[in-house]
Nanobody, 124 residues
Framework: QVQLVESGGGLVQAGGSLRLSCVASGRTFSSYAMGWFRQGPGKEREFVAT????????DYADSVKGRFTISRDNAENTVYLQMNSLKPDDAAVYYC?????????????????WGQGTQVTVSS
């Protein structure tokens, strides 16, 4: 069992930056590929970014490529999402999730553990 706790959300002006963190419990964090997903108001939850167990391979949704960066620190059991050049459309609840798959995945059903989410609000 893995528990995930996100933090770092808040209110930011368009064009600004935020860094989200997700801390995992347990000693097997490096066994999981990690992902970030988000759900905006009135929208379905969608994929944002993912990173392999080692951190060597990443993938991003087209809407965030070039602006967001996912990274992880296995020694600290933490995955990060650096978000730059934020837009009002980025406003959402952001969730981190853990997958036991070897390969990274953009599909939510491949992630078995989920955090409670952290709210990101972007003012125009």
């Amino acid at each position: 069992q893995v528990q995930l706790v996100e933090s770092g959300g808040g209110l930011v002006q368009a064009g600004g930056s935020l860094r989200l963190s997700c801390v995992a419990s347990g000693r097997t964090f490096s066994s999981y590929a990690m992902g970030w997903f988000r759900q905006g108001p009135g929208k379905e939850r969608e994929f944002v970014a993912t990173v392999t167990r080692s951190g060597s391979i990443t993938d991003y949704a087209d809407s965030v490529k070039g602006r967001f960066t996912i990274s992880r620190d296995n020694a600290e059991n933490t995955v990060y999402l650096q978000m730059n050049s934020l837009k009002p459309d980025d406003a959402a609840v952001y969730y981190c999730a853990a997958s036991t798959r070897t390969a990274i995945s953009t599909r939510q059903y491949n992630y078995i553990y989920w955090g409670q989410g952290t709210q990101v609000t972007v003012s125009s």
